[in-house]
């Protein structure tokens, strides 16, 4: 009895006159005079994948849902664990066991050194088929214009300021490209040269009546040619600047903090087409290398190029910059004959901010030298010897590259890409 008085006294003293509270009963769970503790954990467990009943399993699912890795490296649990570990940074790349990548591509990673707590890069290997929307004259489509599109895909996204952003645009960005070449589909079929506008059909939704606007030839430049691979490049483009919208208004909803760079490359009837973004969405660099050319490295930006539209008021404005800027990359692989030693190399800052074109240059020959043409592995032995080469080895003094420099402690990842293609090698 005198525990308990003696108990009432003292939270009066410490709660400034508050009532005690109910004295625990023996009958009664432990949970109802529990601190609460449970509801401030709630909000940080993503809205999308919350559901769990306790602080424990909240936990678990956000630990779980910061974290992911490219679904291409098939990594079980324990490999989680270990491409998670800061101190050993271990080189993660696909399993030699499972399906190999398009075109054999050669992919490795490894994660920061401590600057942030998980690997914020993201990359994504894709073969997408791309089916047309509907028949450009309005017409039912012919069986032989109705087979649809195919193009390969490799994306490389750098997170800033977390990894939410490259996670959702590594699900998302080639999604769009495909949205976008969906209309374009007959075009890019038809060997004649593309129609400046699409015919509309009267009485279609989003026909109007265009006799008052100014003919085309009239307001158009003669100099500016509508080509197959400008609506390509102004396809990949607009893409890019949907996914940017798309992030913009599912930000706050799907917790995508920060942001990050975007490095893609799409391969569609014969053409490498390259594209990078700075962020808001997200830029990096790759080294890209020519048949009988010194390996250079270039960095493109996003530009508008010629992608079919509305006629909008604001399209009719005479524009205050002519001329064109940076904008895709894009890269015939027809018009030369290519050799299995013939590669694209797409890195993240992680590597290229501690590695030069030369020492890239130096490292295909030398590791593609020691295996034979035709061994699909070579690819993959190939990125993984890129980011060790970046990564370094650990010393006292930090990760260390042969010259006792810094080596990088960025997130690195790095795509081998074989210019041969598809086919196999003799």
């Not at 003292?10 to 601190?35: F, M």
């Not at 490292?363 to 043409?373: I, N």
Request: charged share 20%.
């Amino acid at each position: 009895m005198l525990n308990r008085v003696r108990s009432a006294v003292a939270h009066l003293v410490s709660s400034g006159g508050a009532p005690p509270p109910r004295p625990k009963s023996p009958d009664l769970p432990n949970s109802t005079s529990a601190p609460p503790a449970d509801p401030p954990q709630a909000p940080r467990s993503p809205p999308a994948r919350a559901g769990s009943g306790s602080a424990a399993p909240a936990r678990t699912v956000e630990s779980r849902a910061s974290f992911c890795r490219p679904t291409f490296l098939q990594l079980s649990p324990g490999g989680l664990r270990r491409a998670d570990d800061h101190a050993g940074r271990a080189v993660q790349s696909p399993p030699d066991t499972g399906r190999r990548l398009p075109w054999s591509t050669g992919y490795a990673e490894v994660i920061n050194s401590g600057k942030s707590r998980h690997n914020e890069d993201q990359a994504c290997c894709e073969v997408v088929y791309v089916e047309g929307r509907r028949s450009v004259s309005g017409a039912p489509r012919e069986p032989s214009r109705g087979q649809g599109l195919c193009f390969y895909y490799w994306g490389l996204f750098d997170g800033h300021a977390g990894g939410r952003a490259a996670e959702m645009a590594s699900r998302l960005l080639h999604r769009h490209i495909r949205e976008q070449l969906k209309d374009l589909v007959e075009i890019l079929q038809d060997p004649s040269p593309p129609p400046l506008c699409l015919p509309s059909t009267p009485g279609a939704p989003g026909s109007s009546d265009s006799s008052h606007l100014v003919g085309p030839q009239s307001c158009w430049s003669s100099q500016k040619e509508v080509t197959h691979e400008s609506l390509v490049v102004g396809a990949i483009e607009n893409a890019f600047q949907f996914m940017d919208e798309q992030m913009a208004r599912e930000r706050h909803g799907h917790q995508v903090e920060g942001g990050c760079c975007a490095l893609v490359v799409v391969y569609l009837l014969g053409k490498v087409y390259v594209a990078n973004a700075e962020p808001s969405l997200s830029g990096m660099e790759k080294s890209f290398q020519c048949p009988g050319s010194s390996p250079r490295r270039l960095s493109a930006s996003v530009s508008r190029c010629l992608a079919y539209k509305k006629i909008e008021l604001e399209d009719l404005r005479f524009p205050l910059v002519c001329g064109e800027g940076k904008k895709v990359r894009v890269y015939d692989l027809t018009q030369y004959e290519h050799c299995p030693d013939d590669v694209l190399v797409l890195g993240t800052d992680g590597l290229w901010d501690v590695t030069s074109d030369c020492e890239v240059a130096a490292t295909v020959d030398r590791v593609l030298s020691a295996y034979e043409p035709n061994d699909p592995s070579r690819y993959t032995a190939l990125a993984q010897a890129l980011v060790l080469g970046a990564r370094g080895t650990p010393r006292d003094r930090g990760w260390r590259l042969p010259n006792n420099k810094l080596g990088s402690g960025d997130d690195i990842s790095v795509f081998v890409i074989p210019l041969g293609g598809p086919g196999s090698y003799s």
